[in-house]
């Protein structure tokens, strides 16, 4: 029986994180197990890989097999002790390799020497290995050769696991990007027509109220036209951000928490029996106004659509940490099922309930919260008490 690494389970998910398995072969690799196979004088190296069952050879100098059962690998025994070099000398004389099939039988490893690649976590992955069908000795120059060749290989395994990451963020990246690009030219334009047509039909009652001097109309048209400004600025910026979604990270400023939050609750028709807490105290934040603006927008949305309460009431809380802003948004709304806490984040997932004025969701609120916080790099999850509360809890890298 081969021993088994301490923390057995973390290496093997650190070797996944790799990659690496099975895959083709490539001249970076060989060239360092060639140079081993020419320091050590040894006809076979190997660049070893072991996973749950079996040793991988991602380079394999001198013999045309690509793996071997773990049960009888040498280099098993190598990385249960992964700060030392393992030499065998004569496997015939060595009771733990005597009957291994690969001493006796015709591949007849006779020679074996090991160095551990440990790779940056402490986790061995595998092995550089040279072997010999004689009897054999390393010299201390050949040895300290060999840790050097070792330490290459894992060098290059790091680099492709970043490589790795990189593209991942990017693919990521991209996919916020594209993602904010079409929402925001969507709905500024879905909007921007019947928007400007109000602030037209708004501006000629204006003229004709004013005639009739009745200041009473006059006041609820001049809110009207305010709040159909207001709306058509948001959207104006929403439209230059599709242009260009990587600006939401670089066209950040300092702004007033509080009044980011008044701003969007005149936007919003709140009704008399709603009430909406803000954090107390002056809270200045650097951030894209216009993301923050849109993501409140449509948790207050949500919050007062979905509150069945005789008194509603929404709650938003503010903290800050060395390297985070983090934001709470509790309402005592009609609560959302746990099975369902994940999936509300997801385009066009949407509970099969209807709002106080009794209308379905699009499936879109929320999702485009999670875009825009995505391209932000932060994140938002939920906890709820369904018929008592719900909280969105957002944190947002500085």
């Not at 088994?4 to 973390?10: A, F, K, V």
């Not at 360092?32 to 050879?57: E, G, H, N, Y």
């Not at 001493?103 to 092995?127: K, Q, R, S």
């Amino acid at each position: 029986m081969f021993p088994i690494p301490i923390n057995e389970n973390e290496r093997l998910e650190s070797l996944k994180s790799y990659q690496i398995l099975d895959t083709e072969e490539e001249e970076d690799f060989d060239e360092l197990a060639m140079l081993a196979s020419a320091i050590c004088q040894t006809p076979i190296a190997l660049i070893s890989l072991i996973d749950d069952k079996r040793q991988w050879f991602k380079s394999h100098k001198g013999v045309d097999v690509r793996e071997t059962p773990r049960e009888i690998s040498f280099c098993a025994h190598t990385i249960a002790k992964p700060e030392e070099i393992l030499i065998i000398n004569d496997a015939k004389a060595d009771e733990r390799f005597s009957n291994n099939p690969l001493v006796i039988g015709e591949t007849n490893v006779t020679f074996y020497a090991g160095v551990p690649l440990v790779n940056e976590d402490g986790f061995p992955l595998g092995t550089l290995c040279v072997i010999d069908q004689t009897v054999k000795e390393l010299s201390g120059q050949q040895i300290a050769a060999l840790k050097i060749l070792a330490k290459q290989v894992t060098l290059k395994l790091e680099l492709k696991r970043k490589v790795l990451v990189l593209e991942e963020k990017n693919r990521e990246l991209t996919e916020s990007n594209s993602f904010i690009q079409k929402f925001a030219t969507t709905a500024a334009h879905d909007l921007k027509n019947p928007l400007s047509s109000m602030m037209l039909t708004s501006q000629a009652l204006q003229l004709k109220l004013g005639k009739m001097e009745d200041n009473g109309c006059m006041r609820l048209i001049d809110l009207n036209i305010s709040s159909s400004h207001k709306l058509l600025v948001l959207l104006d910026e929403m439209l230059d951000y599709s242009k260009s979604p990587a600006s939401l990270l670089s066209n950040k400023k300092l702004i007033d928490l509080g009044e980011i939050i008044n701003k969007v609750v005149t936007l919003i028709n709140i009704p008399a029996n709603v009430k909406v807490v803000s954090p107390a105290g002056k809270h200045n934040i650097y951030i894209a106004p216009v993301a923050l603006e849109q993501i409140l927008l449509n948790l207050l949305t949500n919050a007062i659509r979905y509150n069945d309460k005789a008194e509603g009431q929404i709650i938003i809380r503010f903290t800050e940490t060395g390297s985070t802003y983090e934001f709470e948004i509790e309402d005592n709304g009609i609560g959302i099922q746990e099975q369902y806490l994940e999936k509300i984040f997801n385009n066009n997932f949407t509970l099969k309930i209807t709002d106080r004025y009794n209308k379905k969701g699009t499936g879109l609120g929320l999702a485009t919260v999670k875009g825009l916080l995505s391209v932000l790099k932060g994140t938002i999850t939920a906890r709820s008490e369904p018929g008592k509360w719900t909280i969105f809890y957002i944190s947002i890298l500085k």
